[in-house]
T-cell receptor, first 110, second 112 residues
Framework: RKEVEQDPGPFNVPEGATVAFNCTYSNSASQSFFWYRQDCRKEPKLLMS???SGNEDGRFTAQLNRASQYISLLIRDSKLSDSATYLC???????????FGTGTSLTVIP | DTEVTQTPKHLVMGMTNKKSLKCEQHMGHRAMYWYKQKAKKPPELMFVYSYEKLSINESVPSRFSPECPNSSLLNLHLHALQPEDSALYLC???????????FGPGTRLLVL
């Protein structure tokens, strides 16, 4: 079983739409969780860390459910510039080792 | 400043060549990483250095040889590569007590 599973999409949504991405992880010892964004032919960039209490940054909301080993990202009022691949990333407590999901591709259409 | 720099941006090499990729960060991070990324796939971890010592080697072939000369620099020496090694090679760094990794722009490698 993969460490991190994501729906690869693609998600094609109109501008202004709300879109949600989901991710599950297999190892209950995982301690840190992130969403990274990767534009075509660019490096991954941190979008936000994910905390158990849930956290919000502008139009982006991340949630973590440790009992279900499930992470989500909600994007409200989608912009054209949100088009990218969104990578779910999980880290265990030791070793600084990232486990990446396969990424979810989002295209926001005018 | 959360910048990781990598050189060169692009590299084309033959299977008999020897080349090196370079990565630099000045954020005081003590963990540095090499990843390989193929098109439409997530990054795959190759090596992790903590305090300039190799802590993780993900069964990478010996034709890839990492080196950490000091806390700011990370090199990846390449020798006798195969065409299937063509990929984007990403460097990242992080503080050891904080897990967020910051990625460099990558070196796009083509092996002919």
């Amino acid at each position: 079983r993969k460490e991190v599973e994501q729906d690869p999409g693609p998600f094609n949504v109109p501008e202004g739409a709300t879109v949600a991405f989901n991710c599950t992880y297999s190892n209950s010892a995982s301690q840190s969780f992130f969403w990274y964004r990767q534009d075509c032919r660019k490096e991954p960039k941190l979008l936000m860390s994910v905390y158990s209490s849930g956290n919000e940054d502008g139009r982006f909301t991340a949630q973590l459910n440790r009992a279900s080993q499930y992470i989500s990202l909600l994007i409200r009022d989608s912009k054209l510039s949100d088009s990218a691949t969104y990578l779910c990333v999980v880290m265990r407590g030791t070793g600084n080792q990232f486990y990446f999901g396969t990424g979810t591709s989002l295209t926001v259409i005018p | 400043d959360t910048e990781v720099t990598q050189t060169p941006k692009h590299l084309v090499m033959g299977m008999t060549n020897k080349k090196s990729l370079k990565c630099e960060q000045h954020m005081g991070h003590r963990a540095m990483y090499w990843y390989k990324q193929k098109a439409k796939k997530p990054p795959e971890l190759m090596f992790v250095y903590s305090y300039e010592k190799l802590s993780i080697n993900e069964s990478v072939p010996s034709r890839f040889s990492p080196e950490c000369p000091n806390s700011s620099l990370l090199n990846l020496h390449l020798h006798a590569l195969q065409p299937e090694d063509s990929a984007l090679y990403l460097c990242a760094s992080s503080q050891l007590q904080k897990e967020t990794q910051y990625f460099g722009p990558g070196t796009r490698l083509l092996v002919l």
